[in-house]
């Protein structure tokens, strides 16, 4: 039998703490906890979980700075928990480098699901069909799910290294949101387009903004 994904809550809401945890552990999560900031970033170099999942008001260091603080030196998969969905914290938790988010009150079913969402792009393997993928200087081993940009290795979150494989497989052709929401973020429903304009801002970033053009009014497409 498999062992249980680990999963660090970052929640100073007790009793919301204490429901999160029960709620995913009936799902079979194995779940620690910090109550502030500077807690989870304890907890997170100890425990070193497969996924964290961070409010976003947090004492001490936020949610947003811890954010940043993990992005440093993980890739560890992220999800955020807003209060408010239209609010600045949505669009600083994915500028800061969360993968995706929630909003509060978080209803357990969605949460579950983007959980599981999070964690397939974390383990996404690519289609065996080639070992290595190129376009450009950009060069994606689909076996190590390492990249490197002329030959400079290159770090990237599950969201980031599945978004990049998602433009390199169909180099030169335009990728709406929708499109990609449904690929890269397994939404099966109409997701917030600002989870892909910022995911694409981040992989910009890194592997040179000149690579990815926007296409007014339609989308993306990688430079082949």
Known sequence: ?????SVLLVEDDEVIRRTLTLALSRYGYAVTTAADGLAGLEAFRRDEPELVLLDVMLPGLDGIGLCRRLRETSTTPILMMSARGDSLDV???????ADDYVVKPVDTAVLVARIRSVL????YQAPSAADVLT???VVIDTGALEVTVGGAPVALTPTE???LLEFATNAGLVLDRATLLRKVWDYGWDGDSRVVDLAVQRLRRKIGPER???VRGFG???RP
Do not use: C, D, F, N
């Not at 397939?120 to 383990?123: L, M, S, V």
């Open 161 to 163: 290294l599945r978004l």
């Open 120 to 123: 397939r792009r974390a383990g």
């Open 220 to 222: 993306y497409k990688m």
């Open 91 to 97: 669009v600083s938790g994915l500028e800061a480098g």
């Open 135 to 137: 376009v450009g200087e």
């Open 212 to 214: 990815i053009e926007t």
């Open 1 to 5: 039998m498999s062992a249980p994904v």
